[in-house]
Every structure is written in C-alpha cells, then in structure tokens.
C-alpha cells in the first residue's frame, strides 16, 4: 500500500461513491472503522466517569468547573474562523 492510496481514502469520506476500488483502499477503511471504534468506546468510557465525578465535587469545585468551561468555550470560539 502506498501513501496515494492512503490519500486517496480520506479523501473519499467526503463524497460515499459506488466505485469499485483496490483492497488497500477497503483495508485503509477497515482500520479507520476500528479505530473509530475504539476512540467512541473509550470516549463514552471517559464520559461516564467524568459524570460520576461531577457528582461528588462540592459546589465551590464545581463553579470553578464550569468558569474553566466556560473560560474555555470563549477561547476556542475566539481561535474558530467565523
């Protein structure tokens, strides 16, 4: 497999065409599906245990929590072309 093969993939996310392609492009996609997988499996993994540690922050930490988000949205907003 070659980089152009690679290339020629991601590109085609985008556009879902009928095409026939080579095995390295079905394999390219193969992988990208495991990884996606696997980075949704560990992002819910993450989820639940941040919810579960909102519960036990007092309301000081949790203020504080939220000003960071809050601080945060606010800075990525202001580096995001409008």
Do not use: E, N
């Not at 941040?50 to 601080?71: C, E, H, T």
Request: charged share 5%; net charge positive.
């Amino acid at each position: 497999m070659s980089l152009a093969t690679l290339q020629y993939a991601v590109q085609t996310f985008g556009s879902l065409g009928v095409s026939v392609h080579g095995i390295g492009y079905y394999m390219v996609l193969a992988g990208f599906a495991i990884l996606g997988a696997i980075l949704a499996g560990v992002a819910a993994l993450a989820t639940v245990r941040f919810l579960k540690r909102i519960g036990d922050m007092s309301p000081g930490q949790f203020i504080v929590f939220m000003a960071m988000v809050g601080l945060g949205l606010i800075i990525i907003g202001t580096l995001l072309p409008a």
